[in-house]
């Protein structure tokens, strides 16, 4: 995991992809890692064959990925098929059946007010994983 902390030491931003247009741009940019916002399960093959071809980590957003499910099996067939580094998600559930996997989880939290801030903080605890 040092080589993934030195990565992003070396290349702080993360690319958000929501677009096709937004992914041809972030292959030929300095980016280390994209963040895949869209997309279904039939181009997420030629996505991570792009991806391991300009030697960029693959993060996909689970709630926005058509075709994979929320789920067990989604994170399952995601790894099994080495469509992805990690995955992002909000269900804290993911998160722990990703890190089992083998993934690289990212844990999303929407901080609405202090309540909020309390709840995720209370999360992150349960599922941090340092690297």
């Known amino acids: 995991m040092q ?38 399960i039939f181009n997420l093959p030629q996505i991570m064959k792009e991806c391991k071809k300009h030697n960029k980590l693959v993060f996909l957003h689970m709630d926005l990925i058509k075709g994979i499910g929320r789920d067990r099996e989604g994170v399952i067939y995601l790894a099994r098929k080495e469509l ?3 995955i992002v998600t909000t269900k804290s559930n993911l998160i722990n059946i990703a890190k089992k996997q083998g993934l690289i989880a990212i844990q999303r939290l ?9 709840t995720g903080e209370q999360i992150l605890k349960h599922n941090l994983y340092f690297i």
């Open 84 to 86: 992805c580094n990690g």
């Open 3 to 40: 080589d993934l902390r030195d990565c992003f030491r070396e290349h702080p931003i993360i690319a958000s992809i929501r677009n096709d247009t937004d992914f041809k741009y972030a292959l030929n940019s300095k980016v280390a890692a994209l963040f895949i916002l869209h997309g279904d």
């Open 110 to 118: 929407f901080l609405l007010d202090s309540a909020a801030l309390k």
